[in-house]
C-alpha cells in the first residue's frame, strides 16, 4: 500500500496538471451526492437500537402519537386570576386556537375527545355541569315538575308529564366547548365562584335524590305512562352524574407553573393554552418531519399576531416544538457558519506565522476544505448505496474537527520539503539564498522526497486513525458510529490530498521569494537539547511519569456524566426562552410519556390494573397533570354516545358483557373513539401523561423508580399482564446515561485497535513479530497515559461527560498516535543517517525538525477547536476546552516520554545497522587514518557497537 501512495505523489510531481485536473473531477463528482445526507437534528437521531425504542416506535405507529403542543403563554400578575378580564382574555385565546382551520384539520385528541386544554373551557365545564349555584334554578325547576307528577291524578297526569319533559330540556348535556360559547362566555365574579371550585362541591347528592324521586313515580297504575318521559331523563341524570367525578380543578391548574399547585389563583403565571395536532409527515403530505415543522411554525406565528390583535396584549407569545426545532436549528446553523468561519481565520493566520507565505498556507487550507466536501459527497453516498449514516447535532463539530487536524497534514508535507530544500543546499552549496532561487528540477526532488518520506509517518498515523475511528461502528450509539465513520473518510481523503494534490500545487506555484533561514527553522536550540537529553535518564522520566499520574487517576475515578437537554441549547433563542420556562414553571417533558399495559384490557381484570397504574401516576408527585387513558375516554366519551353508555352500563362480572363492549370498540365506529389509545387487536392501550425531564439523572431515576412500581401491579394480578414505561424524555436520559459507557467502550475499543495495528504496522516493518510487538506496546503506553491525564483533569476540575466529550478519548487516542508515529519515524530516520552518534543526538535532531512539525500542528489543531468556545452551546464549549487541553496532553507526552521509552530500540537498530556498514563496506565506515597505521581492535569494537548509555 505504502508503495500505491508513494507512486501517487511521484506521479502528482511529474505531472501536476494532470493530478490537479483528475482530483477536480473527482471531487466535481462526489460532492452532489451530499444531497442525499439524512440530516436529522432531532433526538430520535440519538437513539440506540434498544427495546425501549422499539416500544416507543410501536407507539408511534399504532395510535399516531407524533404530536405538536400548539400553546399560547400570557403572562399575569398574581391576583390577575380573580378579575373577570383575565378569564375573558384566555376564553378568547382558546378561541383562537379552535378557530383556526389548519389546526382543526390536523388535531389530535390527547385530552380525552379533544385537541384543546384552557383553563376557560374546563372552567366553563364546571360552571354547567358540577356548580350547585349555577345548577340550582333548573334543579329547583326539576324538583317542581317531579313533584308535580307526583301529586297528579289521572285528569292531570299527563299535563304534568308534558310540564316535566319541557323542564327536563333544561338539564345540562355535556358538550364540547365551542368557540362561539367561549367568545360569549360571562365569566361573572371570580372570587365567588372560585371559592365555590375550591370546596370540591358538586351535584352528586342533588342528583341522587332526584333520581330516586324520578324512580319513585314509576309506580301504581299509571307506571307505563311515566316511564317513557321518566325513562330518558333518567338517562341524562346518569350521564350527569358520571360527570361528577372529573376533575375540572386539577384540569384548570395544570395550566398553571407547578409550584402554584399549591395556591393556585394568586399565581403570577404565565397561564398556557394548549392545543395538539398531528405531525406524522404522510398525514401533512410531506416527505420528512422538518417540512411539517416549518408549517407549523407558521400557523404559530399567525396565532400569536392573532392573540396580540384580539387581546391588545402585546406580551402574548406563541410557542410549539415545531419552532423550537426550527429555530435552534436555524440559529445553530447560523453559528457553526460564523465558527467555522472563524476557524478558517485563526488556523490560516497560525499557518502564515509558520510558512511566511499566502500561496503555502492557502493551498494547505483550500485542499482541507476540498477534502471535508469531498468527505461529505462520500457521506451521502454511503447513504444513497444503503449505509445507515444520519448526521446529528452530535456531529456539528465535524468540520471543525476535519479543518483543525486536516491542516496538520499539510503542515507536515510542507514543513519536510522546505527541509529538504534547505539539506539540498547545505550538502551541495550553489549560493541560492531564497526559495525561488531553486531550479524546477531542484524542487521537484526536494518535493518528492520530502512529501513521500512525510507520507511514511502520515500513511501509518492515518490507517491506524481510520482503523480506530471505523470501530465506533461496534457502539450502541447510531450517531457514534456515524461519527466515526465520517471522521474515518475524512482524515483519508485529506491524507490523499496532502500527498498529491499539496505537491501538484507547490510544483505549478513558484514559491515565494523566502529566504532559506526563514523558510523553516531547523536548528538546534536549548529546548530540544534538553529534550534529548532526557534520554540520558529514562527511569526519571517514567518514575515523573508515574507521579503525575496517580492524582490523574484518582481524577478519572471522579469522573461523571452531566448532560442536561438544556445545555444543548441557545437561551439567547425567544422560541428557547420560552420552552425552558414551559419545561421549569410547568414540569412538562417535550412529549408525553407513555405506560403500555398489554394484556386483557377490556375485562373486569384489565380495568382494574388500569385503576392501579391510574392511583399509581395520580399520587406520583413528580407526575404533572392528570394521566389520560382508555377509560378515563370512555367515561368521557358515553356521555355523546348512548350506544356506549348503555355498553358501560351492562358492565358486570359476566365476560360476556366485557367481550360485547370490547367489541365494539374494535368496530368502526368504536375506533373512532379508542383508536388512540387502544391497538386494533384490543390488547394493549396507553396511558400518556406529563412529567420534568430536562434532568437527565432525575429522569432516570424516576423512570427505574415507576417502572419497579408498574412491574409489581402486573405480579400482583392474575392474568397475564405487562406493564413498560416509555417516552422520548425517557429514552434521552437512558442514552444520557449510556454515555459514560459509551466512553468506556470507545476509548477502549479505539484504543484495542491502535495497538494491534502499531504492533502489526512495526511487526511488518521491523520483520520481526516479537520486536513489533515490543515497539507497538512501548509506543502505545504514552497515549494511554495521555488519556488518563485528560479524564483525570476533568474529573479534577469538574468537567463532566457529554454527548460531545463521550469521545474525546478516542478522539485523543487518535491525534495521539499521529504526534507519536510522526516522532518514532523520524527518530528511527536519524538513526539510519547516523548510527554512530547515540541517542541524546537522535532525539535532539528530531525534535529540532519533527518536533517543531508537531508543535506546529499542535497548535493550529489547538487554534482550530478552541474556536468552539465562542458557541453558544455549552456542549461544544467543553468539548473545544477539553480537546485543547488532549492536544497538549499528546504533545507532551509525545515528546517527552516517549524517546526515552523507545531509546532501547533505537539503540538496536544502530548497532544492526553498524554491522551491515561494517560488512558491506569496511573501509567506510572506519575512521580515516594516515596510510600505514594500523586499526586497533578497540576502534572496530566502537565502530560496531556504538556508545551506550549507563542507564541503558
Partial sequence: MKNIFDEMTRFSSEKPKTTLGIIAL????????????????????????????RLLNDVEDEYQASIDFIRFIDDIESGDLYEESTWQQLAILEAILLEHPDLNEYQYPLFGVQ???????????????????TASDWITQMDSAISGVANSNNSTLQANLDILSTTSNSIPSPSI???EELRAWEPGNPNEWLDRLDSGNNLTLELATMMGDLNALNQGENAGQIAVISGPISGKLGLLMGLQSIDYRSMMVSNLPADDSSDPWESDGPVLTTFVVVTEPAEHGEEVIGDVQ???SLWAEDLQEQGVNQTDDSEISVFSFSQFSTGQSANLGKELGILNSICLLLLGFILWTKFRSKRDTANVLILT??????????????TLLGVKMVFNAAMNSIPILLLAIGV??????????????????????????????FSLEARRVAIRKGTILTSAALMVAIFTDMVGFLSFRFSSQQFLVSFGTVIAIGLFFIYLLSITALPALMMIIPPKKLPLEKSGKNDIGPISKKIGSFTKAPVLVILVTVIISVPMFL????LEVGFDTRDNFDDSVPVVQDFLLIADEFQSSPSPLYVVLDGEVISSEGKMVYDDIIIQLSENEKITGLPIGIWGILEESRTSNTELDSLMNNLDDDEASWNELKAWLLSDDGRNISAGNLNSQGMQTVISFQASTLDWQATADFESELSATLAELAEDRDGDYSIKLSGRSLILAQVTADVADSAVLSTGTVAGVILIMLIGINSVRQKDIIGGAARGFVTWVPLMVVVVWVYGIMGLTGYQLNSQTVTIGALTLGLGVDYAVHLTTRLEEEVEHAPFANPEEWTTKSVATTGRAMFGAALTTAGGFSVLNFSSLVPLQLFGQVFVVAIVLALVS???LLPALYTPFLKQDARKLAVESKLSAPEKALPEQDSGEETDESTVSVIVNPPVDESE
Wanted: zero cysteines.
Fill in 26 to 53: 473527482f471531487i466535481l463528482a462526489l460532492t452532489p451526492n451530499a444531497m442525499f445526507i439524512d440530516f436529522d437534528n432531532s433526538e430520535d437521531a440519538f437513539f440506540p437500537d434498544n427495546e425501549t425504542v
Fill in 115 to 133: 385537541a384543546n386544554s384552557g383553563m376557560a373551557s374546563a372552567a366553563m365545564q364546571w360552571h354547567n355541569l358540577q356548580d350547585e349555584e
Fill in 177 to 179: 366547548i365551542t368557540a
Fill in 294 to 296: 416549518e408549517k407549523i
Fill in 369 to 382: 476544505v476540498f477534502a471535508i466536501l469531498a468527505t461529505y459527497g462520500m457521506a451521502g453516498l454511503l
Fill in 408 to 437: 496538520d497534514y499539510g503542515l507536515h508535507v510542507v514543513a519536510r520539503i522546505r527541509e529538504e530544500l534547505q539539506d539540498q543546499e547545505k550538502k551541495d552549496n550553489k549560493g541560492r539564498e531564497t526559495l525561488r532561487d
Fill in 555 to 558: 481524577g478519572f475515578q471522579q
Fill in 894 to 896: 509525545s515528546l517527552f
